[in-house]
């Protein structure tokens, strides 16, 4: 097989395993260190002669690792060096032509996360005829903060360079550039749809899959300063480019922490700006006037990205992962429940229905379940219903197997090791447990390929009237229509 193929920064050698080919660790654009940090990416650099790829590159800078209880549920390796705005290809055979190309955007709340980690290996998507492509992208500070004079979303405008890498490089790996999907999960999700937004004619990708995240979050220029300027107090620097660029990078990344969960734990509007708080993320994309214009989901409801097939979906207990991975699940009382909608600006009476639905439950529980829907559900009904007459099919789906792992149920980020088929990955049970269904990562992985192929996972397209989403869960694979109908209709005109 093929080991050694040309780019246009220079030729690479690859890693044969398991009968398909990786190239690891490849730039896309040059390294974000020193001046660059803060700069639009530029072209990688050439290189003369034959560069090995076979060793994963080097991370952005992030924590070391995601705060606890996370950490012990999700792995985020760090890998130092400087050239992180990096790529992964796996592919089955660099002499091919024509074949279906995934771009994989990871998730991590915009400030942790790397394709590094062993639960997105690409094997069996090159295993199955598709050659998958995973990005690194600046995050926190360097990719989202509003700086004066500096671009703003940085971390967006890299994928957006990775993108254009794939259009001008994939074919020397056997990749169709006419034909690549982007997926990405929470953050990654975030990702795809404000991508979706912004770059739907761009002929950069003609597919889209959002799991566990929609077109609702972004802030506003003025609360993204606010957020600035809280950082700069913390490090005792002016709100400059220069300024923060010069700070030592852990302390740099200590002070990010600190407003992250400063935003998470008082989250107040007049010190953060109501954008910041309905968010609930320090450094989310920015609605800069310039490169997003308004919020996705309002740009796709006009129109971006109609012609794109999508497939979105959300997992059915998401917000068990935030609460259920700590005892604070059990702290919680029905006045806390009624309460958090309050705080909201929503009608209390939406617990009502909740808890109804749900004899025996804890409020813990409750509230879980009612966060999962106000948090992702929703948005994702709401982003399938902004494409109702798009001439591009909607495909929804609903992740439901729950891990025996705590109390964690159908969590977020639980369908990632079934998407990739990467069950026997390291780090993948920490979340999965260690008995995890093999034939549901088989049928999930299946239709995810068949997306990417020719736009038809394999189920009806979603509409507004028989509201069909493919249901996964231990027992296989079924459609169901419209689930949980009254809690998707309490939530009417307030998400």
Known sequence: MQEIVATTQGKIRG?????????????????????????APAPAPS????????????????????????????LDPVIAGDESLNVNVWTPDPGAAGLPVMVWIHGGAFVNGTNAVPTYDGRAFARDGVVLVSVNYRLGVPGFALLPGVPANLGIRDQLAALAWVQDNIAAFGGDPGNVTIFGESAGAMSVTTLMAVASGSGLFGRVIAQSGAGHVAVTADDAERVTAQLAER???????????????????????????????????????????????????????????????????????????LLVGTTTEEYRLFVASTPFIDTITPEMVRGSLAVQGRDVAIA????????????????????????????????AEARADAPGATYAYEFAWPTPVLRLGACHALEIGFVFDTLA?????????????????????????????????????????????????????????????DERRVWDGVI
């Open 15 to 39: 890693l044969p395993v398991d009968g398909v080919m990786a190239f690891l660790g490849v730039p896309y654009a040059a390294a974000p260190a020193g001046p660059a940090l803060f700069r």
């Open 47 to 74: 290189w003369d002669g034959v560069r090995d790829a076979i060793t994963l590159g080097p991370t952005v800078p992030k924590p070391s690792s995601y705060p606890r209880p996370f950490a012990e549920l999700l």
């Open 235 to 309: 490090l005792g620097v002016a709100p400059t480019a220069d300024a923060i660029g010069a700070v030592d990078t852990d302390r740099l990344l200590e002070a990010q922490q600190s407003i992250s969960t400063a935003v998470t734990t008082n989250p107040d509007p007049a010190v953060w700006g109501r954008s910041v708080v309905a968010a609930a993320l320090a450094f989310p994309p920015v609605v800069d006037g310039e490169l997003l214009t308004g919020w996705p989901i309002d740009l796709i409801a006009a129109g971006a990205g109609h012609g794109m097939p």
């Open 352 to 383: 009502d229905t909740y808890t109804a639905n749900r004899p025996g439950a804890s409020p813990g529980d409750v509230l879980a379940a009612m966060s999962t829907d106000s948090y992702f559900r929703l948005p994702a009904i709401r982003l």
């Open 425 to 485: 990955e390291p780090g993948t049970d920490l979340l999965t447990g260690a008995d995890a269904p093999q034939p549901l990562a088989d049928d999930m992985h299946a239709r995810w390929v068949a997306f990417a192929g020719h736009g038809d996972p394999g189920w009806p397209a979603y509409d507004p009237e028989t509201r069909a989403v493919m249901t996964f869960d231990g027992d296989g694979a079924r459609v169901v229509n419209d689930p949980r109908a």
